[in-house]
């Protein structure tokens, strides 16, 4: 696929997203008609109608589109720094290591500002993917070496999120549904918060596309051509780390949606590293607001929490990616 056919690719993708969101808007408690929302975005005013759009339903579909951009990214990232399919942010840890100290923060250490709660995220998500990767390590990097190490961390962790979720006491509840991801009352505020730290993962592969690339050769060919292992390695993998840091405060543990992503983006083909980065990024934003739209509008008034929808997704492609095998990471660096 030639670079117009990609960049046609990626139009279409956000297009299409962008619809999704427009479609977001119309239900809820209260339904409201196509020319209603046409009528409250572009003029704006104090009534209910143009409150329940850019107060409660405009802020949720964007933070959604905007954190699965950047999980798709980290998931990106992370299959290319392992080269291994099966590589992504609850799979290796990662999703885990940034809910625990989060979780531990908000029951046991309520004074610490939800602010500084993104930096305690990516504090734990660096620890839990290094304690992940050493382990894999052991069995020399395989791809079932890394899913082990990361189901491994992520259960130890998970057993320590649990029991300080039994000292929350009424707080419980609340955690739970947080716990199982969603966007639900998710303001302006919310997505500002997760703005630079997506920025940062997001325009950082793209700046980085061509280190990506050498990485998904192999290390060896890496090193061959002059690639400073020990420094990019430790910079991708915070890289990979920081949108997680950024969407996990807000939306809690978004599953499968780093590893469903990139596969379906690789799928479509598209010219060199930097255009599939862009591809994926789209394409988790697109899944992202679909699962969200489904949830909250297969049980109205009720709603679901997103992670279940994405799981529901990403448990078939999980289980297609290991009857397939490994997969090819190999390209041409672009």
């Known amino acids: 696929m030639n670079a117009r056919k990609s960049s046609f690719a990626i139009g279409f993708v956000v297009a ?35 409150i329940l759009v850019w107060t409660l339903r405009l802020p949720r579909s964007l933070a959604a589109a905007v954190a699965g951009t950047g999980l798709a990214v980290s998931g990106y990232l992370l299959q290319s ?56 390590r052991g069995g020399n990097g395989r ?16 057993a320590i999120t649990i029991y300080v979720l039994l000292l929350a006491g009424p707080q419980s509840t609340a955690l739970l549904f947080w716990l199982s991801g969603g966007f639900q009352g998710r303001t302006w505020s919310h997505l500002v918060h997760m703005l630079p730290w997506i920025g940062v993962g997001v325009v950082g592969a793209l700046l980085l596309h061509r280190v990506i690339a050498m990485f998904a050769l192999s290390e060896h060919a890496a090193a061959a051509m002059g690639l400073q292992l020990d420094v990019w390695k430790p910079v991708l993998l915070v890289l990979a780390i920081c949108p997680v840091a950024g969407v996990a405060p807000v939306a809690g543990p978004v599953a499968f949606v780093g590893l469903a992503a990139p596969h379906i983006a690789r799928l479509i083909k598209p ?60 390209r041409d660096v672009a």
């Open 16 to 50: 299409a997203t962008l619809l999704i969101v427009l479609a977001g808007l119309l239900p809820g408690a209260k339904m409201l008609s196509f020319d209603t929302v046409l009528r409250v975005l572009l003029a704006p005013d104090a009534k209910i109608d143009s």
């Open 143 to 158: 791809p079932l070496h890394l899913a082990l190490g990361g189901v491994s961390v992520s259960l130890f962790l998970g």
């Open 81 to 136: 720094l392992t080269r291994n399919p099966l590589a992504d942010p609850g799979i290796t840890g990662v999703t885990a290591g940034a809910v625990a100290p989060i979780v531990g923060c908000f029951v046991l250490l309520p004074w610490i500002s939800s602010a500084y709660y993104p930096l305690v995220g990516l504090a734990g998500g660096l620890a839990a993917a290094s304690v992940t990767f050493w382990v894999a």
């Open 271 to 330: 010219q060199g590293t930097i255009w599939e980065i862009a591809l994926t990024a789209a394409t988790g934003a697109f899944i992202v607001t679909c699962a969200d739209l489904v949830a909250r509008t297969i049980a109205i008034p009720k709603e679901l929490p997103v992670g279940i929808i994405t799981a529901l997704l990403g448990g078939p492609v999980f289980v297609y990616l290991i009857q397939r095998g490994r997969l090819d990471f190999q």
